[in-house]
Every structure is written in C-alpha cells, then in structure tokens.
C-alpha cells in the first residue's frame, strides 16, 4: 500500500470569522475541524499529515493539534512565505497578501512524496469523504471529491463554488461560480463575465477543495509562477494562484481528472454565528457512531 499524506491548508485569517478558523473549538472536548478531518484519514490509510501555516503559528499549532496526534501519525509542519516562489524571481515591493491556494501546496513540496490529498483546515468535510480521496490517491490521476452542490449552498443568498462539469466521471471544466439554489435548479454564474450564466442539477458535483493529486502538480505550479512572473511583472501586486485555475489549466492540456462523488456532508464555517451549527452537526454525528465522544482518547 503506498504512503499517503494529507496537506491541510491552514495559512488563512478568516477576517469574516473574526479571528482564526482553524484552532477554534467545535468538538466536546475542544477538538477543532481539522481534529475531525484527520481522524478520518487515518482510519481511511492515510499515513502522514502536513499543515500548511504561517510561521507565527507554529508554537499554537504544535501546543494543540500537534501535542493531541503525537504517536497517531506523522506529522510536519511547512510555512507559507511569500519569498517561497521559484529561483531567480523576487516579491514585487508593497505585496504583503499570501499568492493563493496553489502557493500554499507549493510551500509543502520539500515535505510530501508521492500521491497526496489536499483540504483546508476550516471546513468539514465528512467521514466517508476520506474514504473516497484515499481510494482515488491509488489512481495517478488527479481527483476531486465532488459535493452536491445544492448541499453547499446558502439560504441566505449566492455562494462561490467549483462547479465541476464532467462526462463518464473526468472533468472537462471547473467553472468558479456565484451559485443559488433557484426551484429544482442551482443557477450558476461565473466570475468569469465572458462566460454565460448556466443551471445544473442540485446533485452536480462542485469542488470544495477536497483534491487527489501526484507530485506532478507541484512542477505545474511552479511553471506557472514562473511564467506570470516573468509575463505579467505589473500584475504581480494583486495576483493569485488559485488551486481551481491550476486544475482546469492542466484539463485543457490534457490531464486526466477525476470527479469522484462522495454521499458526505460539507459544512462550512465562515462566521462565528455558524460554529454553533457545526458543533451540533458533530454531536449527531457522535450520536450515530460516526466518531467518538472523546476523538483522541
């Protein structure tokens, strides 16, 4: 069985939340989002974990999370810095704000090997979820777990979403969109305003950054860099390097992607107001069997 590691993006601020996401407690005994998540990868094989942070937090991260899985599975820690962009470039003055999501997993290339699966430290993604990804790291394809989009939406008005198109399970297109539910349809419309409004069903498949990939991809962010670096130097104030754009850049060069759908629940926690939700989402959850009362001990 081949080693497999989860990156977990946990370098955000969460400035709509009003303070850090990732270490805030959900659980009954304190426990965090991510708590959750990896308890699930190593019941589904996966054998290392690596939390993508920023530096100031380290201490935080190690005290907490780290001390709770120490004997559990093999854990690392990478820094997400701007200077960490490839060789021979440097960071425009002025830049302060993070490159993006695809940065993040380009400052943990010294610490994966192999196949490995990606999440974000402050949404829950569901038990079975992690069964799905573990099997599709067995594939040297990449992979999303596909959400039901309707099941990611808002009541209170439009969301962002990776709407997934896809045929005989491989992704064609990943079109980041402003989605809401309207009837039996979810209007779709994307942020690229080239592009024309469209509906899919409400079981379609969106991305919620839940990914499956080879180390391939790390060779393709750094291509990527490179090239806005050195063909887009007046941009480089504002841009970023989005995980979604990565992928579908790689679909229209040919690589295979696939959409894997998963029967898990997504919640999300945006603001403190919805924390409360989540905590009793989890407490079913226990009541069901699904984890623990006490997930480490």
Known sequence: MRD???????AGMGSRFGGMKQTYPVGPNEEFIMDYSIYSAIKYGFTKVVFVIREEYLDL???????????KIKVDYAF???????????????RVKPWGTAHAIYCAKDKIEGNFGVITADDFYGDIAFKDLSKALDSDNYSVIGYH???TLSVNGAVKRGVVKSQNGIINEIIESSCILEGDKVKCTPLDTSKETFYVDKDNSVSMLMNGFTYEIITKIENVMKD?????KDNLDTYEML?????????????????????SIWVGMTYKEDAEYLSKFIEKEIEKGTYPNNLWN
Not at 4 to 10: E, G, M, Q
Not at 62 to 68: E, H, L
Not at 228 to 232: A, C, L, R, S, T
């Open 80 to 94: 997400q810095k701007l200077d960490i962009i490839p060789e021979g470039f440097s960071v425009p003055e002025g």
């Open 4 to 10: 497999k590691t989860l990156v977990i993006l946990a």
């Open 149 to 151: 989009i309707a099941d």
């Open 228 to 232: 806005e670096f050195e063909h887009n």
């Open 61 to 71: 991260f190690k005290s907490t999370i780290g001390a709770r899985l120490e004997g």
């Open 243 to 263: 995980l979604p754009d990565i992928m579908d850049e790689s679909i229209h060069e040919g690589k295979i992607i696939n959409d894997i759908p998963t029967n």
